[in-house]
């Protein structure tokens, strides 16, 4: 059972930065995939971003050039740098991690990004 945190949500003026970070334990890290999803308002939760437990990556051509995730397996910590936000971004941000092979996936509480003048 993997357990996973997210902090670094908040307040943020259009064109500002936010560094989200999920925190895991009860688990060996890395041996999992991470993802980042975002659930604004009345939409569905969609994938914003996706880290394979070898640092492959990959992004939603909303996010791409902007955001950038990473890892750190020493920690137990997966990130996620936003640049160049946008009111568009505002979204609960939810951190997911998975394993393919025991069809386990787990995720966080999520931390609320809004991006407002």
């Known amino acids: 059972q993997v357990q996973l945190v997210e902090s670094g949500g908040g307040l943020v003026q259009p064109g500002g930065s936010l560094r989200l970070s999920c925190a895991a334990s009860?688990?060996?890290?890395?041996?999992?995939?991470m993802d980042w999803y975002r659930q604004a308002p009345g939409k569905e939760r969609e994938l914003v971003a996706g880290?394979?437990?070898?640092?492959?990556?990959n992004y939603a051509d909303s996010v791409k050039g902007r955001f950038t995730i990473s890892r750190d397996n020493a920690k137990k910590t997966g990130y996620l740098q936003m640049n160049s936000l946008k009111p568009d971004d505002t979204a609960v941000y939810y951190c997911?991690?998975?394993?393919?092979?025991?069809?386990?996936?787990?995720w966080g509480q999520g931390t609320q990004v809004t991006v407002s003048s």
């Open positions: 997911n991690a998975r394993r393919v092979v025991t069809r386990e996936e787990y």
């Open positions: 009860g688990g060996t890290f890395n041996w999992y995939a």
């Open positions: 880290i394979t437990s070898r640092g492959s990556t």
